[in-house]
């Protein structure tokens, strides 16, 4: 069974940076397409960016495009999110997710929420103006 265990949200003033880690654990194999994906109450929870694990390819959300980037450390079983230049907009909830389809991380398909095996707990990440 694969385990998400997210860390490094927190508060941070607009412009600020800050970091996410997702630790992994249970995988079988190297192929996943894995996101980061965030949610505010009451509302729908979006996809921000993802990582196919077997290449390295990433998506963004036009929302992050230049400002967060996605990676990850294979050796150290981590998915990051590096989060720079940030927007009170970018308050919410953010969760690590994983698919056992490593072909989700395509075109647009990457942000649908039902392509998604494993989900981390969240971590909250507030931006203050």
């Known amino acids: 069974q694969v385990q998400l265990v997210e860390s490094g949200g927190g508060s941070v003033q607009a412009g600020g940076s800050l970091r996410l880690s997702c630790v992994a654990s249970g995988y079988s194999n190297s192929k996943y397409c894995m996101a980061w994906f965030r949610q505010v109450l009451g509302k729908e929870r979006e996809g921000v960016a993802g990582?196919?694990?077997?290449?390295?390819?990433?998506l963004y959300a036009d929302s992050v495009k230049g400002r967060f980037t996605i990676s990850q450390d294979n050796a150290k079983s981590t998915l990051y999110l590096q989060m720079d230049s940030l927007k009170p907009e970018d308050t919410a909830k953010y969760y690590c997710?994983?698919?056992?389809?490593?072909?989700?991380?395509?075109?647009?398909?990457?942000?649908?929420?039902?392509?998604?095996?494993?989900w981390g707990q969240g971590n909250q990440v507030t931006v203050s103006a």
């Open positions: 990582i196919k694990t077997r290449d390295g390819t990433t």
């Open positions: 997710a994983a698919a056992r389809w490593d072909n989700l991380c395509y075109s647009h398909r990457w942000v649908i929420k039902a392509g998604y095996n494993y």
